[in-house]
C-alpha cells in the first residue's frame, strides 16, 4: 500500500528563518513520483515540484530545496530565509504518473513577522 | 491557455439532499480526476475520469459518482448528502499520453447542515 507521512502537524518560525518539512513515503513500485504542493488559505492547491523515483539529485528554486533520500524513503522541503507570504499548509504526496495522488495530511507552517 | 476552473465556489445543502458539483478541464487535456478533501486532512482521491469512462476510483461510496463529457469537463454528483461530506472538492485535470501533470482547480467547498 502507498503511504504518505507527514510527522509535522503545524510549524511557527520567526521570518528569515530556515525552516524544513519532513515527508516519509511509503511504496512498492519501483517507478514513482513524489511532490509537494502548497495550499495558502484561498484554498487552491499550487504545485512546487515533482520527482520521479529514478532521479535523487537535490532541487534548488530559489528559497526552496528539496532533498530526496530513496534509502530512508524521505522527500524533505526545506524554505531558506522564510517570509511570511510563506504561511500555508504545505502537502507531500506520492503517485504512479497519470495516476491517482496519495497526499499526506499536510503541514501547516506559520512565518511569525 | 484556460486553467481548471470549478463551479460553484461555495455550496450548502442539507442532509439527504444531491448536489451535483463541475469542472472543466485545461486546454487540450483529456483526464478528470476528483478529491475530497475534508477541514484539516490532505485531498483524498475520489475517482478519475479519461474520454468519458471512470478510470480508477478510490474508498467512496457508489453515492459518489460522475459524469465526463466529449469536451472532457466533468461532473461529480453525491446524492443522499451526509454530514461528513462537508469538504473542499477539488478537480484536477490533467492529459495522459502527453504529460500526466495533474494540475488542479480552486475547489468547490460544500457544507452539509
Known amino acids: 500500500a502507498q503511504k504518505v507521512t507527514q510527522a509535522q502537524t503545524e510549524i511557527s518560525v520567526v521570518e528569515k528563518e530556515d525552516v524544513t518539512l519532513d515527508c516519509v513515503y511509503e511504496?512498492?513500485?519501483?517507478?514513482?513520483?513524489l511532490f509537494w504542493y502548497k495550499q495558502p488559505p484561498s484554498g487552491e492547491l499550487v504545485f512546487l515540484i515533482r520527482r520521479n523515483s529514478f532521479d535523487e539529485q537535490n532541487e534548488i528554486s530559489g528559497r526552496y530545496s528539496w532533498n530526496f533520500q530513496k534509502s530512508t524513503s524521505s522527500f524533505n522541503f526545506t524554505i531558506t530565509a522564510s517570509q511570511v507570504v510563506d504561511s500555508a499548509v504545505y502537502f507531500c504526496a506520492l503517485s504512479q504518473l497519470g495516476d491517482k495522488i496519495i497526499f499526506g495530511k499536510g503541514t501547516r507552517l506559520h512565518i511569525l513577522p | 491557455e484556460t486553467g481548471v476552473t470549478q463551479s460553484p465556489t461555495h455550496l450548502i445543502k442539507t442532509r439527504g439532499q444531491q448536489v451535483t458539483l463541475r469542472c472543466s478541464s485545461q486546454?487540450?487535456?483529456?483526464?478528470v480526476s476528483w478529491y475530497q478533501q475534508a477541514l484539516g486532512q490532505g485531498p483524498q482521491f475520489i475517482f478519475q475520469?479519461?474520454?468519458?469512462?471512470?478510470?480508477g476510483r478510490g474508498n467512496f461510496p457508489p453515492r459518489f459518482s460522475g459524469l465526463q463529457f466529449p469536451n472532457y469537463s466533468s461532473e461529480l454528483n453525491v446524492n443522499a448528502l451526509e454530514l461528513d461530506d462537508s469538504a473542499l472538492y477539488l478537480c484536477?485535470?490533467?492529459?495522459?499520453?502527453?504529460?500526466?501533470?495533474?494540475?488542479f482547480g480552486p475547489g468547490t467547498r460544500l457544507t452539509v447542515t
Open positions: 511504496t512498492r513500485d519501483t517507478t514513482y513520483y
Open positions: 486546454s487540450g487535456h483529456n483526464t
Open positions: 484536477a485535470s490533467s492529459s495522459t499520453g502527453i504529460s500526466y501533470e495533474q494540475y
Open positions: 475520469y479519461y474520454r468519458e469512462e471512470e478510470n
